[in-house]
């Protein structure tokens, strides 16, 4: 049974940096054709896509935060990893991390639990 | 930016009654569209994909339909762990959510 689990600081200076990580288990992140992606929850703006990455490592950004985003996987880790920049109050959310299903940025069947990041000094 | 409408913001709905939730977007997105149940402390579970097909272990309770802008879900005999809110959500073009029907009991 495919796993994630979302890890990092649960706290982010305002114009700081923004970084997590996510550990997949149950199954390899170099699958080819494989889709992993982060998606966050907040009160404000609902659930919002932030990026993708797929096993080749090429990757997909929301257009609305494509300057700030980068994306990243670790085969030998078996781990992707979020790194947001420039970070505000309006980044506060709770943090998933998936996998979309079949071989593209489709629907997403497998998510982490949910970290929450807040902002603030 | 493709904008998902979800309505109503929030349904009252009795136990064994059928639920009929709405999805509209502000371009058409084919059949790309999927719907999410998420109760509260818990991530997002998929229940639909590609409009219509229920994801693995979804009860046959739950049905999608539409296409272009239009897209409904509907639960045919709502459950007691049928409460939860619902999510829309469009692949088309990136990735768009809707803003959430929550499903409560009347």
């Known amino acids: 049974q495919l796993q994630l689990q979302e890890s990092g600081p649960g706290l982010v200076n305002p114009s700081g940096t923004l970084s997590l990580t996510c550990t997949v288990s149950g199954g390899a992140i170099s699958t080819i054709n494989e889709y992993w992606g982060w998606i966050r929850q907040s009160p404000g703006k609902g659930l919002e896509w932030i990026a993708s990455v797929n096993s080749n490592g090429k990757t997909y950004n929301n257009p609305s935060l494509s300057s700030r985003v980068a994306i990243s996987v670790d085969a030998s880790k078996n781990k992707f990893s979020l790194k947001l920049n420039f970070v505000t109050a309006a980044d506060t959310a709770v943090y998933f991390c998936a996998r979309h299903s079949g071989g593209g940025l489709r629907s997403i069947p497998y998510w982490g639990q949910g970290v929450l990041v807040t902002v603030s000094s | 930016e493709v904008v998902l409408t979800q309505s109503p913001a929030t349904l009252s709905v009795s136990p064994g009654q059928r639920a009929t939730l709405s999805c509209r977007a502000s371009?058409?997105?084919?059949?790309?569209v999927a719907w999410y149940q998420q109760k509260p402390g818990q991530a997002p579970r998929l229940i639909i994909s590609g409009t219509s097909n229920r994801a693995a272990g979804i009860p046959a309770r739950f049905s999608g339909s539409g296409s272009g802008t239009e897209f409904t879900l509907t639960i045919s005999s709502l459950q007691s762990e049928d409460f939860a809110v619902y999510y829309c959500?469009?692949?088309?073009?990136?990735?768009?959510f809707g803003g959430g029907t929550k499903v409560e009991i009347k």
């Open positions: 959500q469009q692949y088309n073009i990136w990735f768009t």
């Open positions: 371009q058409s997105v084919a059949t790309n």
